[in-house]
Structure formats: structure tokens, C-alpha cells
């Protein structure tokens, strides 16, 4: 790169790092008031929430990325813009591509960074937020029972208590069990514990009783108790049906959606879903470039104000908006007609085509005062 290019490109990089700082933290903070519940009203570890904490960073970095270097390439552009510091690099025998040339590398740049996140990170994170939810709901069940209100624990199980203590004891306690088909359980109890087992999480009730009613007989038996346990299984079954839980496409790995199983192959709709994915993965990195590239089309192309764009700066945002919007929709119905995929790679291709024949062909106009 010359002078001025390497100039321009450490201002593209100082603006696009603090975009992404700021989004980040603004996202994360977000996401730490739901973390932070497990710590401050329930008592988790601090470390399972610093670590939920920073697994959530991949999971979004590849949105946010592309997002900040459009926010930094019209900061910049138009930050010299209003000093005429482009007025003079245009004097000095800069065309709009060589301006647009340092924006164009720091994109491909930032496609590499969202490919390597949309590979193999991201899938990676989303399968440790997974099995860590599990771990934490199955080691740290407490955390999920809240005092004065029915909390459903498990599939057809709902516990009820009314309040907790500083060492763990519930007190008040009124569950209901449904798990066994036709034969509804409700338990009464004084106080109640959880005690971690090598089979997992009991709920154990002291001081109570144990009422069953059988639907096809109509029959209520009764059982006085001084202890009863109740096994605590959160992630058991999905939708009840009694099978281990199944992956998000999002926590797959890359290889799992390259060379789905049999019994995913099997699956019309969960193949369809994980080839989108699939598919949205490899297509992701190209929006960065597109979305550059349309940054410049807007604030290279005619005549320049050193009174500032506003206008085009906005343009270029809405149009951001529109090919991000449409680039989710496409990966939407990529899940159920398979048609569709090519239209996630053809978008992007197609607005980077159409903002370089407007680089191409636009000419120098002389600054307006």
C-alpha cells in the first residue's frame, strides 16, 4: 500500500475496532442481566457465569463485525470528508478506487475473521453454552426454583415453595407430578433439600405426604412420609418423548452438517434446517464485503460536501438494513425449499457487483463549498 493508503487504512481499523467494542459490550451487557440472575438471586459460582459470559462472544461476534466495519468506513469517509482531507488525497491523484482500496482489504480481512468464527467457533461456543445450561440445570437445580410461584423443573413436574433459606431449605412445599401417565402425584411437605447424587439432582421432601390417583380406577392412595425423594432430570426428554436431547443446527459442527447421519438424513425438515445453516455459514462472510462496498458506493460516488452526508450516510444504512433483513429471510426459507439456496450467494455477489460498477464509473466532481 502507499502512504495515504496505509493512513487510510489505520483509520478504518481504529473505527471499525471501537464499532465493535461498543456494539459488543452493549450486547453483552445484555445478555449478562439474564446470566447475572444465576449469581446474585441463586448463588452459582461466580466462575459458570464468567464463563457463560464469555461463550456468549462468539455467538454473535459474526453478526456484529460486519455491522461495525460499515459503521467505521462511514465514520471515517465521512469524518474526511468534513476536514477536506479527501479533497486533498483526490488532488493528490487518488481515484475512488484507490480510496476504497484500504476498505476493501480490511473487509476481506474481516471475512476471513467471520468464515473462522462461522466455522468453527461459533458452532463450538453454542455447544458449550448447551452442555454447560445442562450442567448447571442438572448440578444447580436451586437456581431454577423460585419462592411463591410453580416452577416447572422437568416435563410434567412442578414444584412449589414458599420460601427458601440463607443454607438452601425449602420451606412450604407442594409438588405435582405427572409424569407417569394417568396417575397424577401430588406431595405435601414441610421442608424439602436438593442433594447432589450419582445419578444427579433429588429433590428430598421431609414431613409429608404423597397422594396418587389412579384415572382408570378413580382410586386415591395416601402416603404419611418423614422423607421422600424426588430425582430432579431437567434435560431428560425432548418434547416429553423420553429421547436424549437433539442438537441445535447452530451448536453442529461444521463436519456434522457436511456429513449429516443417517437418521438426520432421514429427516426431511432437519436436513433442510441444517443445510441452511450449512449454507449460512459459508455465505455470511461475503455480506462484510458487500456491505463495505456499498458503504463506498454511496460515499465515494459524485460529489462530495465538506459540509457532510448525511443523507447518503443514511442511504447507505438503510440499504445495510435491507440487504441484512434479506440475507435472515433467505436462510429462513433455505430450511424448507432448498431452491433458495443459491439466493444467499447470488444477494451478496450481486450488491458487491453493483457497488464496484458505481466505484468504476464514478467521477471526480469537484468539492461544493
Not at 35 to 53: H, N, T, Y
Amino acid at each position: 500500500m502507499k502512504r495515504l493508503e496505509r493512513y487510510l487504512f489505520r483509520l478504518l481499523a481504529l473505527a471499525t475496532l471501537y464499532s465493535t467494542a461498543g456494539l459488543t459490550i452493549t450486547i453483552w451487557l445484555s445478555q449478562s442481566l439474564r446470566l447475572i440472575e444465576m449469581v446474585v438471586e441463586a448463588g452459582a459460582p461466580i466462575s459458570v457465569f464468567l464463563w457463560l459470559l464469555l461463550l456468549t462472544v462468539p455467538t454473535f461476534l459474526g453478526l456484529v463485525l460486519p455491522i461495525a466495519l460499515v459503521a467505521g468506513v462511514m465514520f471515517t469517509y465521512n469524518k474526511l470528508n468534513a476536514d477536506s482531507e479527501l479533497v486533498v488525497m483526490r488532488s493528490a491523484g487518488m481515484g475512488p478506487l484507490a480510496l476504497a482500496r484500504p476498505a476493501i482489504v480490511l473487509a476481506l480481512i474481516v471475512a476471513g475473521i467471520v468464515g473462522t468464527l462461522n466455522i468453527w467457533l461459533t458452532p463450538a461456543a453454542h455447544r458449550e453454552l448447551a452442555r454447560l445450561e445442562y450442567t448447571v440445570r442438572n448440578d444447580y437445580s436451586q437456581l431454577f426454583i423460585r419462592e411463591g410461584v410453580f416452577n416447572d423443573v422437568g416435563d410434567r413436574l412442578s414444584i412449589y415453595v414458599r420460601d427458601r433459606d440463607i443454607d438452601g431449605t425449602f420451606t412450604g412445599i407442594l409438588i405435582h407430578d405427572a409424569r407417569v401417565a394417568h396417575k397424577p402425584v401430588s406431595i405435601l411437605g414441610r421442608r424439602a433439600v436438593i442433594i447432589p447424587t450419582a445419578e444427579g439432582m433429588r429433590f428430598v421432601v421431609f414431613d409429608g405426604n404423597r397422594q396418587e390417583m389412579d384415572e382408570t380406577t378413580r382410586k386415591l392412595s395416601q402416603l404419611y412420609f418423614e422423607s421422600y425423594a424426588i430425582e430432579l432430570k431437567i434435560y431428560a426428554s425432548t418434547s416429553g418423548s423420553g429421547g436424549p436431547r437433539q442438537a441445535d443446527a447452530r451448536e453442529r459442527s461444521t463436519d456434522e452438517l457436511l456429513h449429516p447421519t443417517p437418521d438426520v438424513a432421514a429427516n426431511a425438515r432437519l436436513l433442510g434446517n441444517l443445510t441452511a445453516e450449512l449454507h449460512q455459514r459459508f455465505s455470511a462472510p461475503l455480506l462484510s464485503v458487500a456491505f463495505t462496498v456499498l458503504a463506498l458506493a454511496s460515499m465515494l460516488s459524485g460529489e462530495f460536501n465538506r459540509r457532510g452526508q448525511s443523507g447518503r450516510v443514511a442511504a447507505a444504512m438503510v440499504m445495510v438494513v435491507v440487504v441484512q433483513a434479506s440475507a435472515i429471510g433467505l436462510t429462513s426459507l433455505a430450511g424448507r425449499n432448498p431452491a433458495v439456496i443459491p439466493l444467499m450467494y447470488a444477494m451478496p455477489l450481486v450488491v458487491l457487483a453493483a457497488g464496484l460498477v458505481v466505484l468504476v464509473r464514478s467521477r471526480i466532481h469537484r468539492t461544493r463549498g
